[in-house]
Structures are given as structure tokens and as C-alpha cells.
């Protein structure tokens, strides 16, 4: 890709300096999805569908699972030579519903795409088809004579399915540091999130923690090396609330700190001139190499794509944050989202909402919920994220970006976590 750019560039290309290596990796699975009987993978989905038809009302049922495996070798002028052999599997279903007048859809475990992972057939076992397809079909039945979601403001929790498609879009597609900088702006794409802003905006509350990393076991953003030779790593996007760092490449790093050094010199006074000595060290703020560069095949160039980009879980358990809830909605699976080029402003709208009142379920559930938000206002108002036993990484294997289009497999991890004061109902 910097090859690719130099011939445009006005100016020679600056690559970040890394270190050269020999290396392999592998993921690391239990059972070999490519070794499962035919029949079994067959079986399983069949006995999904099965159960979900039974219920009356189902119109249609549709189960799946796909397994990757992507055999890569990574070979540089600098010395490098990488070799990494990476195995994904994933699996889900849907269902619809419908009564003549309308249609409504549920999913498991999530919708779309169901669950992704950096894992082997024993992902698939874990999730247990089957065995979720009855209680999955009714929800979709039952919403069809379900109150429409009112239109007010709610305290809501996010289930962790649905926040990771929120981090997604507004937090990991605007701090790629391409975007960022102009290089890159397909699909819908710049950001707020300007480098004359870093370490200065409050993109959230206090609580609020998300990171970039392709070490979390499982996750669709974990590997060995990216496509620079650039090793695995865990990095801060965003630190006790304070936007601190970028998803970046060897190429932008440097425009980057070039960038950072051009502010502070900018500052009156002098005052904290004295804190710009070490660009690769600034105070409070993670500017480093994240190990994010990726092509999805070997014709296309690497563009920066999300690894794992994950909300760090909190420390509420689920029932006490329901219990701490007067009057809310628990919103599961995604339905819709819409979100504008700079990432700003955002509407989605879930499969689902549980209602909540005086801290407990009331069993009342409500169709077609929709909520809305400014991000910086959205993620400031996050005051709960629950613990590390309610966390799962999610996968999104379809993620585009890029023209001509490259789709890349990202992992988003997150724990359920509740926002105050959000508009819902709005259509």
C-alpha cells in the first residue's frame, strides 16, 4: 500500500520504523470445523429449523454455519518473513413471524450474522442450535401482538450484542487514522474524532474504556501479525473517557506525530511545549503502531481495519443493574442503523425491548424500538457496564470499507451497560 501511495504522493512516503522477524502463528481451536462430518454440520441445522417451525405463526426459518480458514505469508525488503494460518467458525439463526398484516424477525445469538470466532467446531456446540430455536421462535410471535415501542426518553441497557454493533460505527470506524486524516472515505466515512482533539475530547463518561487488540482469544481481530508484520497488541482508543489514541499505520503514525508536534508548538506560553520531548510517549495518550493494517486477499493493498475494538467491562452484575432501573428498556439484536459520515449522529433500532420498571422485567415486551443519539452525548451518559462474566466478543465477518470494496472480519467485545436519558420511538 505505501508502495501504491509513493507513486501518488507529493512527497516521499515515512514508514514507522518496526523491528523484522521470523515468525508463525496459528489459532488455536479444539476441533477442527474442516474435519466434522458432513451429516453432523447438516443434522444440527436441521434440528434448528425443526424446532422453530414447530412454533405456530413462524413463516420461515433459516439456520447456518460457515467455517474460514486463510493460509497467509508475509515477506518484506526490512526482513520479515511471517507465516500465520488463521480459522474461523461461526454459526446462528432467524426466524420470521408473521400474522397476515405483519412480519417480525428474531435471531440467535445474533442477528445477521449470527457469532463469529477466531475458534473451531466447538464454538458451534457451545451455541447450541438446537437448543435456543423454541424460545427464540415464540419472542418472534409474540411480537406481533406486541405494543409498539413508545416514543420518549428511557434509561436503556444496551445487550452486549447490540452495543457491539455500536462501538463498531461509532467508535472503531472513526478513530481509523486513514479516515482521520483524508485518506480514505468510502462508505460513509470521515470523523469528529480530529487529532487537534486528542487527549482532549470527552468521548464518554469516566467509565468508559475501549481498546483495540488482536489478542483476546476468540476474537475475529486476533492474529499473530498484520499486514506490515506489525506483532499483536493491546492498545487504548479511549481511557477513562478521554478520546487517547487511533487505529494506525506505518504511513500515518508518522503524519500523525508530525501533526501532534505542529499543535504544540501552536500553544501559547510555551507551558506545555515542555511535555512534547518523546512524540512516541506523549503524556496520557496511546501513539503507537496498532497492528491494524489488512488486506483481505493478497491482490488487494492493506487499508487500516478494526482488530478487536471493545468496551472493557465494568463491575455490575446484570440483576443489579435491572434492579437499580426505575423506569428503562433492555434493548437485544440488532435490527436497522443508519449513522452519518463523520459518525456523529446515529439511529438504530433493535429486534426487541424488554420493559423495566421499579428495577424488575415486567414480562411486557415491545416491537419495533428504535433509539438515537449524538456519540460524545450517547457515551457520556453510559453510567454502569456490567462485569467481565456478562462480557462475550462478537464477531462481524462483513465489515466494508475501501474502492474498490474489501471486507474485513473484526471482533467487538462488551458486557451489557446501561445510558441515561436516551430518545426512543423515534421513526
Not at 508475509?74 to 480459522?87: D, P, W
Not at 512534547?276 to 487500516?304: F, Q, V, Y
Request: charged residues 20%; proline residues 4%.
Amino acid at each position: 500500500s505505501n508502495f501504491a501511495r509513493g507513486g501518488l504522493a507529493k512527497g516521499a512516503v515515512s514508514l514507522y520504523p518496526i523491528k523484522s522477524v521470523k515468525a508463525k502463528y496459528q489459532t488455536p481451536i479444539k476441533i477442527d470445523p474442516f474435519k466434522v462430518l458432513l451429516s453432523k454440520r447438516i443434522n444440527t441445522l436441521l434440528n434448528a429449523d425443526k424446532e422453530m417451525v414447530k412454533v405456530k405463526g413462524i413463516m420461515t426459518a433459516q439456520s447456518f454455519m460457515v467455517a474460514w480458514r486463510e493460509e497467509k505469508i508475509f515477506a518484506s525488503t526490512e526482513g520479515s518473513f511471517i507465516e500465520q494460518t488463521l480459522t474461523e467458525t461461526g454459526a446462528g439463526f432467524n426466524c420470521l413471524a408473521t400474522d397476515g398484516k405483519e412480519a417480525q424477525n428474531r435471531s440467535y445469538p445474533n442477528s445477521f450474522r449470527g457469532q463469529f470466532q477466531t475458534k473451531g467446531y466447538e464454538l458451534v456446540e457451545k451455541l447450541d442450535l438446537p437448543g435456543h430455536a423454541q424460545k427464540t421462535a415464540e419472542e418472534a410471535v409474540a411480537l406481533l401482538s406486541a405494543d409498539e415501542c413508545p416514543c420518549q426518553e428511557f434509561d436503556i441497557i444496551l445487550d452486549s450484542n447490540q452495543l457491539a454493533l455500536q462501538i463498531h460505527e461509532s467508535l472503531g470506524h472513526p478513530t481509523e487514522l486513514d479516515r482521520v486524516l483524508g485518506f480514505e472515505a468510502a462508505y460513509a466515512g470521515t470523523s469528529f474524532m480530529n487529532p487537534e482533539a486528542l487527549g482532549k475530547l470527552k468521548y464518554g463518561s469516566e467509565i468508559v474504556n475501549l481498546t483495540a487488540d488482536s489478542i483476546t482469544p476468540g476474537g475475529l481481530g486476533t492474529f499473530g501479525y498484520d499486514d506490515e508484520g506489525v506483532p499483536a497488541a493491546k492498545h487504548y482508543l479511549v481511557k477513562n473517557g478521554l478520546h487517547v489514541g487511533y487505529l494506525t499505520s506505518r504511513e500515518t503514525l508518522p503524519i500523525l506525530l508530525e501533526k501532534i508536534k505542529k499543535f504544540a508548538s501552536q500553544v501559547p506560553f510555551g507551558k506545555q511545549k515542555s511535555k512534547i520531548k518523546n512524540t512516541n510517549n506523549l503524556e496520557g495518550l496511546d501513539l503507537t503502531l496498532t497492528g491494524a493494517m489488512r488486506a483481505d486477499g493478497w491482490s488487494n493493498i492493506p487499508l487500516i481495519r478494526m482488530t478487536n475494538i471493545s468496551l472493557q467491562p465494568g463491575d455490575w452484575q446484570l440483576n443489579d443493574l435491572i434492579a437499580d432501573t426505575k423506569h428503562g428498556l433492555f434493548l437485544s439484536t440488532n435490527k436497522s442503523w443508519s449513522i452519518d459520515d463523520r459518525r456523529i449522529n446515529f439511529q438504530f433500532g433493535t429486534e426487541i425491548a424488554y420493559e423495566i420498571k421499579n428495577g424488575k422485567l415486567t414480562g411486557k415486551i415491545f416491537k419495533n424500538p428504535i433509539y438515537c443519539g449524538i456519540t460524545p452525548q450517547f457515551w457520556n451518559s453510559c453510567d454502569a457496564i456490567c462485569d467481565k462474566d456478562y462480557w462475550t466478543i462478537w464477531g462481524t465477518p462483513n465489515c466494508g470499507k475501501g474502492e474498490p470494496s474489501q471486507l474485513a472480519h473484526t471482533g467487538h467485545g462488551a458486557s451489557p451497560a446501561r445510558f441515561r436519558g436516551v430518545k426512543v420511538g423515534v421513526k
